[in-house]
């Protein structure tokens, strides 16, 4: 078993910066891909970011803007969200993979309970 805690969200203007972190506890953090998605109201969860050893992979739509990274001696993943945009607003998740690929499809082996990102215009 892996858990997994989400920090760091808030409210932000457009154009602002957040950094999201996720603890991981459990199995060896370092055995997993892990992930960050988001989930606006009425829209299904998307994927947001993917990072395994150095390989990290980003949806179009926050490419240039967030940097997924991690910290293997501290079991714990960031998400640098830098230029927000209203559009950015959702609850964000962060989770936990065997399969690096299966990340971008929202599939994952343990998800954490999401922190709330909220961007006003």
């Known amino acids: 078993q892996v858990q997994l805690v989400e920090s760091g969200g808030g409210l932000v203007q457009a154009g602002g910066s957040l950094r999201l972190s996720c603890a991981a506890s459990?199995?060896?953090?370092?055995?997993?891909?892990m992930g960050w998605f988001r989930q606006a109201p009425g829209k299904e969860r998307e994927f947001v970011a993917s990072?395994?050893?150095?390989?990290?992979s980003y949806a179009d739509s926050v490419k240039g803007r967030f940097t997924i990274s991690r910290d293997n001696a501290k079991n714990t993943v960031f998400l640098q969200m830098n230029s927000l945009k209203p559009e950015d607003t959702a609850v964000y998740y962060c989770?936990?993979?065997?399969?690096?690929?299966?990340?971008?499809?929202?599939?994952?082996?343990?998800w954490g309970q999401g922190t709330q990102v909220s961007v006003s215009s």
């Open positions: 989770a936990a993979a065997r399969l690096y690929s299966s990340l971008r499809t929202v599939v994952a082996d343990y």
């Open positions: 459990g199995r060896t953090f370092s055995d997993y891909a």
């Open positions: 990072m395994l050893l150095s390989a990290t």
